[in-house]
């Protein structure tokens, strides 16, 4: 997956239009349409796959400050058991916003976050630009003398 500042230079690239070929800028703009709208929805599903598996690893946090994890499920998620006092309940989201592992996650999510509103702002530049392309040639029209 691309990054933010890929996208970026992705975009400053694609959004260049060459004043003498804006019926080639025209023709394009379903490519780019295409192409952006793809970077979009990917980045929507990864940050739904990544929602969910944020509020898995709450869940066990959760379970595992409270000393309610079995044996194997230690074992599976490769932590040792809880060795604190168990958390009180109005201590327990301040643990939980705490936790390295969570606080990672949340790191990523909101980067993807980022990235999905960049990717519909270059979506909405998208769709204006080919009503501004329109308006370039009716422009160049109507000094041509047509």
């Not at 079995?70 to 939980?96: C, G, H, I, V």
């Not at 790191?107 to 530049?125: F, G, P, R, T, W």
Request: glycine share 2%; no cysteine; aromatic share 10%.
């Amino acid at each position: 997956m691309a990054t933010i500042e890929e996208i970026q230079e992705m975009w400053s690239h694609d959004s260049r239009i060459d004043e003498n070929h804006l019926d080639n800028a025209s023709i394009e703009l379903a490519k780019l349409h295409s192409k952006y709208i793809n970077l979009l929805i990917n980045t929507k599903l990864k940050i739904t796959k990544l929602n969910y598996d944020y509020n898995i690893v709450r869940k066990n946090k959760f379970r595992w400050m409270r000393g309610e994890l079995t044996r194997d499920e230690l074992k599976e998620l490769d932590w040792q058991q809880w060795s604190f006092n168990k958390p009180l309940k109005a201590e327990m989201e301040e643990m939980l916003t705490g936790d390295e592992d969570l606080a990672a996650m949340k790191i990523k999510i909101e980067y993807l976050e980022a990235m999905k509103y960049l990717l519909e702002s270059i979506l909405d530049a998208i769709k204006s630009l080919g009503w501004n392309i329109k308006n370039a040639i009716a422009f160049k029209q109507f000094i041509a003398g047509n």
